[in-house]
């Protein structure tokens, strides 16, 4: 039986009580966090940086799963490793060498994560695969939580996996945008094995985020 993995996203917790939320999905059986940081330049919205990151890091053992919104993103990469992140997930677009700042993220012995828009095509990391920790499928336009899944990339979630299998690679494939109690089981089916949620998780059942969560990974 496949064991889904289930990361948060903070963008839809209350800023105000970051502390308190990332402690309460850590006791609802999060399996990392999900933490979105967005640049208003990248994406347009504006989260929070770094230094809100190495605050938040002493208040919790789960891994920090960190989606970099940002660019240029190569010259940050230092401060979110050392704030704390544990995946460090960039866009291609945000950078103007890729393999370079994959290779950057390493030196700081931190998991590397690619994340692929709705329209950028898997051709755009299929030569670093065995590279990468993690692929980060958006579901979702990047910039806002609460938007509509996309069902087209479902067919990217299926072509990765058969990548994977086909050469034996082992990154993880992770899907970000929308994923709610509809939508999550033909994601699995496709071959996700971390679920990103920050609506659904936050909100559903009167915000009851243990039996949200729970809910994600029943299939
Ligand atoms: C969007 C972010 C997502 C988003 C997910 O740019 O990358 O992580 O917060 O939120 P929901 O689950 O509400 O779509
Ligand atoms: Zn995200």
């Given at each position: 039986m496949k064991k889904i993995q289930i990361s948060p996203s903070i963008l839809s917790a209350d800023f105000s009580q970051l502390k308190n939320e990332i402690k309460r999905l850590e006791e609802a059986g999060a399996d990392m966090i999900h933490i979105d940081v967005m640049?208003?330049?990248?994406?347009?919205n504006l989260t929070i940086g770094s230094p809100v990151i190495k605050i938040l890091r002493k208040y919790t053992k789960l891994p920090f799963d960190v989606h970099l919104m940002i660019s240029p993103v190569h010259k940050y990469i230092g401060a979110y490793a050392d704030a704390g992140a544990d995946i460090i997930t960039i866009h291609p677009e945000a950078t103007d060498n890729l393999i370079n700042s994959i290779k950057h993220i390493r030196e700081f012995k931190k998991k590397v994560g690619v994340s692929l828009n709705p329209?950028?095509?898997?051709n755009v990391i299929t030569n670093l695969l065995d590279q990468i920790d993690l692929v980060l499928i958006m579901s979702v336009f990047p910039g806002f939580g609460g938007q509509k899944f996309m069902p087209e990339v479902i067919s990217k979630i299926e072509e990765l996996k058969k990548i994977k299998n086909q050469k034996n690679l082992n990154y993880e494939i992770e899907v970000d945008g929308g994923i709610n109690f509809t939508n999550y089981k033909s994601v699995i089916e496709a071959g996700a094995d971390i679920l990103v949620s920050g609506t659904t998780i936050f909100k559903e059942n009167n915000g009851d985020i243990k039996k949200n969560i729970d809910s994600l990974k029943l299939i």
């Open positions: 640049d208003g330049h990248f994406v347009p329209d950028t095509k898997i």
